[in-house]
């Protein structure tokens, strides 16, 4: 295995048979998970919640009771993906979480309502972060960044035209007609899921000999620079985590243990919680914070909710890009989350000037949404290797609480006295503090190699040459 000279053609992201294959599955995939969980916002505006008679409160509790199933299903379903098979653990998720979504449009009481949406966040719970932890198996480290953001894509992607036409059935029929079509896709996409996902490179008779060759090369060299086995705790913050080679399932849990005592995971779990208090805050209740400041019906409403996610989209395919081109993480976060409270903040103050708002609130989404790709990049690297799931898990884990607290206390505010401006000043005040968080974690310190290399893209080439990884210095 040789590097490639700085002359010689480094192969493109999507000209990987693993990338044009891998990556529209992984989009779909989130897509609709992101569907299920988010069109409840368009639900509660359009009618659900006056027909029901919910409150405020218990409108908000439902909501966010999702993110109770979320938390606890995240860890033990990423194990059984890193033990067992992530393919099944996807494949039948999706299929449950379609029937469920479909539930919701059946149910007429808020208690039925709260333990569907309880289930519908544990059979979603382990996607994201076996997700997550199956592209590792797949794509390099200078790879990462791309392929978790075409991921995450599927959220704004989703909310960007789930506002549309979430508003315009609704506006054409009703909520419970809503919520019925869009459950039927999950539970057809998770039975394809079981024939197109594959646990592992060797697995996929689709894949050419030269390009696996060449990606088992690449990764086994990058388990190697990652240094000596993980000690029993990190020595200080500023350290990654590493670990030498795949752990066999006896072996699991001792690793789970190490990522529990693993600082950098730890500030970046806590970091995560803040970031989705402010964002999911944004996402549940941007539909009724737009219809109340436009005046206009459901339908008008779900289009301009949509505006912010197009802009979101484009800003996480440029960010991603650039960090992984760079081989830098923590400067493709904390910046845009800084940005973002303070757009929030500024949409507010912009008060009855209602296109001035509604800008902010697009420069406000497009800065929270821009740093997921380079984000989860960096908790993979900090992880140890062959538990990235479990480091994912735990990051996901208090970000789902994270998003609990944040569509429950954001909606609760809402129909309190503080009204828009104590909803805005949370998730500013929370978008805000995530940022500084993310300044006290390290990115991992380059090897010599990826120091020297002139141009680190880390990308595989199909024909067999391993180009320079990419790299970065300590921050």
Aim: charged letters at 15%; one cysteine or more; aromatic letters at 10%.
């Amino acid at each position: 295995m040789t590097k490639m000279s700085p002359s010689r053609p480094v192969a493109g992201f999507w000209s990987s048979r693993r990338a044009r294959h891998l990556m529209p599955i992984a989009f779909v995939t989130y897509s609709l998970a992101y569907l299920d969980k988010s069109n409840y916002a368009i639900a509660s505006t359009g009618g659900m919640a006056k027909e029901l008679g919910l409150s405020a409160g218990l409108d908000s509790l439902i909501a966010a009771s999702f993110f109770l199933g979320y938390f606890l299903f995240q860890i033990p379903g990423t194990i059984y993906a890193e033990q067992r098979s992530a393919r099944r653990l996807v494949a039948w998720c999706t299929v449950t979480w379609g029937l469920l979504a479909v539930l919701q449009g059946l149910l007429s009481s808020p208690g039925q309502l709260i333990a569907v949406r309880f289930a519908l966040g544990m059979v979603e719970g382990a996607v994201l972060p076996s997700m997550v932890m199956l592209l590792g198996r797949w794509f390099t480290k200078g790879e990462r960044g791309r392929a978790n953001t075409l991921l995450i894509l599927g959220n704004p992607v989703t909310v960007m035209w789930l506002s549309a036409v979430s508003g315009w059935l609704i506006s054409v029929s009703d909520w419970r007609l809503m919520f019925v079509l869009e459950g039927v896709p999950s539970i057809v996409w998770g039975l394809l899921c079981w024939w197109l996902i594959k646990d592992r490179p060797a697995d996929a008779r689709w894949l050419g000999d030269a390009e696996r060759a060449a990606l088992e090369a690449a990764l086994t060299a990058e388990r190697h620079a990652a240094g000596a086995p993980l000690p029993a705790a990190p020595r200080s913050v500023d350290e990654p985590c590493s670990a030498d080679g795949l752990p066999s399932a006896d072996e699991t849990a001792r690793e789970y243990r190490k990522v529990l005592r693993c600082r950098p995971i730890l500030l970046l779990a806590a970091q995560y919680f803040f970031w989705s208090f402010g964002m999911y805050g944004f996402i549940f209740w941007l539909p009724a914070i737009i219809k109340e400041g436009s005046g206009d019906g459901i339908g008008a409403t779900g289009l301009l909710s949509a505006v912010p996610y197009a802009f979101a989209a484009v800003a996480m395919l440029l960010n991603s890009r650039l960090s992984d081109r760079s081989g830098r993480r923590r400067i493709a976060v904390w910046p845009w989350l800084a940005a973002g409270a303070l757009a929030l903040l500024g949409s507010y103050a912009a008060g009855s000037h209602f296109p001035l708002a509604l800008a902010l609130l697009v420069v406000a989404g497009l800065c929270m949404y821009a740093p997921y790709g380079p984000y989860f990049a960096l908790v993979s690297e900090l992880a140890p290797a062959g538990v990235a799931g479990a480091a994912v898990a735990l990051v996901n884990s208090l970000g789902a609480l994270g998003s609990f607290a944040g569509t429950y206390l954001v909606g609760w505010v809402r129909g309190t006295e503080l009204g828009n401006a104590g909803a805005f000043g949370f998730m500013a005040a929370c978008t805000l503090l995530s940022s500084a968080l993310m300044l006290t974690v390290r990115e991992p310190r380059a090897t010599a190699s990826e120091a020297a290399a002139p141009h680190p893209t880390g990308t595989v080439n199909p024909a067999g040459a391993e180009p320079a990884p990419a790299g970065g210095r300590a921050k």
